[in-house]
């Protein structure tokens, strides 16, 4: 049964008589509608159609039938019931469309029985006319079928007319844009790919105006583009104005608007925003799920942003199993994009790192590699983060060597891909310093030159950071690793300091019990510690240990051992001799129970 909406055909007839009793013209009117959807032609009767889309609103439903069909068939038995109220408010308001060029292609057609064709009402007399005793059905049948070819026709020279002179209309715009670089009309500024982009933008948002889904799609991707320069602010202006749009023209459950949902949660995990990526990519999944079915490429890369989500939310195990759906549909799909697959293998293997499963994910971050070099070539962004996630993995499994040469090799990358400023080059920095002090806190002593090069990599990873987003986690990171340094150099008033600045920032972010914020306020409440505050640290790492206390992870499990371990120090120095035993009893626990 087809809705109001996508009937091609409105039937009108009077359904009752002066006594409410059904009358002639309706049992035609039904056999009509019948014969017609069994020929496969989308037909509205309103005693069938009504009834069974339970429509509240007759009126309404009616003006929109009225609006979608392409033909309106007219039946009666009398001149006089085809010039009642409700029949005549329908055929007239429908040649009025014809006349005044809203459905200047339209056609009306009578089906009549039991008088002469002469006595049709005065406009009807104009319109092709059938005698349902004289094979009327099946001979208005054939003429439907050409009018509504006919209509199709029309419609997609239409279509492609005006799909050409949208073309056109891009074309001017994008040509108008590029000569705003010519030396004749800059005399003498020279402008960057920032200053076209800027001045693109401006240009957009005046013009397009009767193209909305064309100036949506580079409202897009026009923000996608300030997003890859770091000005995460203004992508998100046009980010949502073309999310927006979508909505408005295309809908909330089209492919267009899925495509915004996709692009403002990527967008959000840029800025950190974590929970608003979920919020995103779980509409778009939903919305893919309903679109396309479980199977299709589009909903298993929902599920694999989904992942990426709840991963950085903290729940490493639900993101692992994600991944593990979405690596396990992918390979399964002859005709998957070998990029797609890339960044499904790399990352189901840093939640196998994350999820503490190390050993599994060798084979998966060099099938990564491989497959980026295969699909990329030497110098791609996704060589160079295959590369990095190599390095870590290496950097867990105590291969510092290997991991240094990575580390770097991807900053080599992404310097010469991005240059000095770029978000992906300030956090590779951040990583490789994270790294470095990582290795000189397992050394007896460090040299003043490891030090120092381990605070300039923090340092201009931080300094970057702030610039292009404050608040995000990796100004925490960053902020953290500099802690580290002032620990080892024995500056624990700095690293207090810089670890109570980092938590700020997490938690702005972050959940409160994720690992990482967790792992801030354990490392606050060592720097106490060992600062010979031992009133202040023990409050924060009892609150650590609580936290951890339900954390079965391999990474948790790690870092409720360095916890405790701080606790047996901070009751030996109290002197405090039942909590000192206490906790050496849990360490003991701790370590026989952790995963190996």
Same mark, same amino acid.
């Given at each position: 049964m087809f809705s109001g909406e996508s009937a091609q055909v409105f039937i009108s007839v009077k359904n009752l008589d002066e006594d409410g009793n059904q009358t002639r013209d309706a049992d035609i009117a039904r056999e009509l509608h019948t014969y017609l959807e069994s020929e496969g032609i989308s037909s509205f009767l309103s005693l069938v159609t009504l009834e069974a889309m339970g429509a509240a609103e007759y009126k309404g439903t009616i003006d929109d039938a009225l609006d979608s069909a392409a033909v309106l068939v007219a039946v009666g038995t009398s001149p006089e019931n085809l010039a009642s109220r409700w029949v005549r408010y329908e055929w007239d308001s429908y040649f009025n469309d014809i006349i005044s060029g809203i459905k200047p292609e339209g056609k009306v057609f009578s089906l009549i029985s039991g008088f002469d064709p002469s006595r049709l009402p005065r406009a009807l007399r104009q319109t092709q006319t059938f005698e349902y005793e004289k094979g009327g059905i099946e001979y208005l049948h054939n003429f439907l079928v050409n009018s509504l070819v006919l209509n199709k026709t029309i419609q997609e020279r239409d279509q492609e007319k005006k799909a050409r002179q949208d073309l056109e209309e891009v074309v001017n715009f994008l040509i108008d844009l590029f000569k705003s670089s010519n030396p004749t009309e800059t005399l003498g500024e020279t402008l960057t790919a920032r200053d076209i982009l800027d001045r693109g933008s401006e240009r957009l948002r005046n013009e397009l105006a009767n193209q909305p889904v064309t100036k949506a799609r580079m409202l897009d991707a026009i923000g996608s583009t300030y997003e890859s320069l770091g000005l995460y602010e203004i992508a998100q202006g046009h980010k949502q104005e073309a999310y927006e749009i979508r909505v408005e023209h295309v809908g909330a459950e089209s492919e267009e608007t899925v495509t915004s949902l996709e692009s403002l949660g990527w967008l959000a995990h840029a800025r950190a925003d974590y929970r608003g990526m979920q919020k995103f990519v779980e509409q778009a999944y939903r919305l893919n799920l309903k679109l396309h079915g479980e199977n299709d490429v589009r909903t298993i890369a929902t599920l694999s942003d989904l992942a990426v989500a709840l991963g950085e939310l903290g729940?490493?195990?639900? *993101?692992?199993?994600?991944?593990?759906?979405?690596?396990?549909?992918?390979?399964?799909?002859?005709?998957?994009?070998?990029?797609?697959?890339?960044?499904?293998?790399?990352?189901? *293997?840093? /939640?196998?790192?994350?999820?503490?499963?190390?050993?599994?994910?060798?084979?998966?971050?060099?099938?990564? #590699?491989?497959?980026?070099?295969?699909?990329?070539?030497?110098?791609?962004? !996704?060589?160079?983060?295959?590369?990095?996630?190599?390095?870590?993995?290496?950097?867990?499994?105590?291969?510092?060597?290997?991991?240094?040469?990575?580390?770097?090799?991807? #900053?080599?990358? #992404?310097?010469?891909?991005?240059?000095?400023?770029?978000?992906?080059?300030?956090?590779?920095?951040? !990583?490789?310093?994270?790294?470095?002090?990582?290795?000189?806190?397992k050394k007896p002593a460090q040299s003043q030159a490891e030090l120092d090069e381990a605070r300039d990599f923090a340092q201009r990873a931080l300094s970057a950071n702030k610039k292009i987003e404050p608040d995000h986690?990796?100004?925490?990171?960053? #902020?953290?690793?500099?802690?580290?340094?002032?620990?080892?150099?024995?500056? /624990?008033?700095?690293?207090?300091?810089?670890?109570?600045?980092?938590?700020?920032?997490?938690?702005?972010?972050?959940?409160?019990?994720?690992?990482?914020?967790?792992?801030?306020? !354990?490392?606050?409440?060592?720097?106490?510690?060992?600062a010979g505050k031992l009133e202040s640290a023990q409050p924060i790492l009892s609150e650590c240990d609580e936290a951890l206390a339900e954390n079965f992870t391999k990474p948790g499990r790690e870092e409720r051992t360095k916890t405790i371990e701080n606790l047996i120090r901070l009751y030996r120095a109290m002197g405090d001799k039942a909590n000192l035993s206490k906790y050496e009893n849990q360490l003991e626990l701790v370590v026989r129970v952790s995963p190996n």
């Open positions: 729940d490493p195990e639900q *993101a692992l199993s994600y991944s593990e759906s979405v690596l396990d549909a992918a390979r399964g799909h002859t005709d998957l994009a070998k990029k797609s697959l890339e960044s499904y293998v790399r990352r189901y *293997a840093i /939640y196998l790192d994350e999820s503490g499963r190390m050993a599994e994910a060798g084979p998966f971050h060099e099938e990564s #590699l491989a497959l980026s070099h295969e699909v990329y070539g030497a110098l791609h962004p !996704n060589v160079a983060f295959a590369t990095e996630h190599l390095g870590m993995f290496y950097e867990q499994t105590g291969d510092s060597k290997r991991a240094d040469k990575l580390y770097r090799d991807a #900053l080599s990358m #992404l310097e010469r891909i991005f240059g000095d400023a770029h978000p992906e080059v300030a956090q590779t920095r951040g !990583n490789i310093a994270k790294f470095l002090v990582g290795g000189l806190q986690t990796y100004v925490g990171e960053n #902020l953290s690793t500099l802690a580290d340094i002032a620990k080892l150099e024995k500056s /624990y008033r700095l690293a207090t300091s810089l670890l109570e600045e980092a938590i700020g920032v997490y938690t702005k972010r972050l959940p409160h019990d994720h690992l990482t914020v967790i792992k801030a306020k !354990n490392s606050l409440g060592e720097s106490l510690l060992l």
